[in-house]
Nanobody, 124 residues
Framework: QVQLVESGGDLVQAGGSLRLSCAASGSFSAYAMAWFRQASQKEREFVAV????????RYADSVKGRFTISRDNAKNTVYLQMNTLKPEDTAVYYC??????????????????WGQGTQVTVPS
């Protein structure tokens, strides 16, 4: 079982960049790591996921080309680099872990381990 702690959320102007980090304990490389987000009064939505070794990724269409997920297994950390931020990116961002089985799951219901969330705000 891993434990997750996110950091890096902030208020940033539209068009700006931000990098989120999620530090994990436990057998980090055995887990696929994902980022989800939840805007006020909306359902949690998938953002990006990376495989255990980091060689495979998948993105939501809304962030493709703007966000990059990566991981450093030596540091037990997964990152979300967010560029060209838009007001619609405003949300609480959560990282989540799932034992790596070879499939990049995008539905939050599969994930059992979550961080506490970090707020990203992009004013309109």
């Amino acid at each position: 079982q891993v434990q997750l702690v996110e950091s890096g959320g902030d208020l940033v102007q539209a068009g700006g960049s931000l990098r989120l980090s999620c530090a994990a304990s436990g057998s980090f490389s055995a887990y696929a790591m994902a980022w989800f987000r939840q805007a006020s009064q909306k359902e949690r939505e998938f953002v990006a996921v990376v495989s255990g070794a980091g060689g495979a990724t998948r993105y939501a269409d809304s962030v493709k080309g703007r966000f990059t997920i990566s991981r450093d297994n030596a540091k037990n950390t997964v990152y979300l680099q967010m560029n060209t931020l838009k007001p619609e990116d405003t949300a609480v961002y959560y990282c989540a872990a799932l034992p790596w089985t070879g499939t990049l799951y995008t539905n939050y219901r599969y994930y059992r381990t979550w961080g506490q969330g970090t707020q990203v705000t992009v004013p309109s």
